[in-house]
């Protein structure tokens, strides 16, 4: 069974920090790229970062570059979000996915073919 167990979230206030995991496992890894989004209440679904393991390349949301950083450790097969000088516009429900990558990440968020369950994020002004 493909699973995506996402973890780390939780409590914290404005200008901490929070790494977020994600567990990958039951479709070959190397063949996707891992991503994360957020839903927030009453807000659209945004792309916030996503990285490939077959070639190290990434992408940011501009809402978040310069203070998110995503890294990937094939060996577990687990995708890492470092939070870092986090806002309360950063609350949400942070779930990750996989999606297949050849090169570009233009139409990823489209094109996602697992997610998991989520974790939550919320930040306190």
């Known amino acids: 069974d493909v699973q995506l167990q996402a973890s780390g979230g939780g409590l914290v206030q404005a200008g901490g920090s929070l790494r977020l995991s994600c567990a990958a496992s039951?479709?070959?890894?190397?063949?996707?790229?891992i991503g994360w989004f957020r839903q927030a209440p009453g807000k659209e679904r945004e792309g916030v970062s996503c990285?490939?393991?077959?070639?190290?390349?990434?992408y940011y949301a501009d809402s978040v570059k310069g203070r998110f950083t995503i890294s990937s450790d094939n060996a577990k097969n687990t995708v890492y979000l470092q939070m870092n000088s986090l806002k309360p516009e950063d609350t949400a429900v942070y779930y990750c996915?996989?999606?297949?990558?050849?090169?570009?990440?233009?139409?990823?968020?489209?094109?996602?073919?697992?997610w998991g369950q989520g974790t939550l994020v919320t930040v306190s002004s």
């Open positions: 996915a996989a999606g297949p990558y050849s090169g570009s990440y233009e139409g990823y968020w489209g094109r996602l073919d697992y």
């Open positions: 039951g479709f070959t890894f190397d063949d996707y790229a």
């Open positions: 990285i490939s393991s077959s070639d190290g390349s990434t």
